[in-house]
């Protein structure tokens, strides 16, 4: 969902507000989120989850390019850790769709096996010839 979107979903949840008082709304709550993190506070907001800062260390890295070894800086990181009610609701979603793939990939599986024996035949046969 991009912030347009949320604002155009709350503008539908209140119509009586002006579409600029809800984008103030959101970009208020936002700044907000955002001046706490800057200073090392965490905020949590009660069943939606956590937002804190975490400390990576300083490391070597590699170039993925040439292999050449990098010095990679200490930082700090936003984190988030979602909170009980929200794991639990995308955990109802996301079971019906993981029960779907495996089905599906067991369907397409023996074609794929079958595909492949019947290469692995040819190339057989070459071999002997």
Known sequence: MLR???VTRMQ???PDMRAQDVEAMVEVVLDEIVR???KGDRVELRGFGAFSVRRRAARQGRNPR???AVKVAAKNV??????KELRAKVDVV???AKQARGA???KSAKPAKAAKSAKAA???KRRAK
């Open 12 to 14: 539908s949840d209140f």
């Open 66 to 68: 040439t292999g050449a």
């Open 104 to 106: 599906k990939a067991a």
């Open 4 to 6: 347009s979107e949320l």
């Open 36 to 38: 706490a993190l800057e």
């Open 78 to 83: 936003p984190f988030f850790k979602p909170g």
């Open 94 to 96: 996301a079971k019906p």
């Open 122 to 124: 040819k190339q057989t």
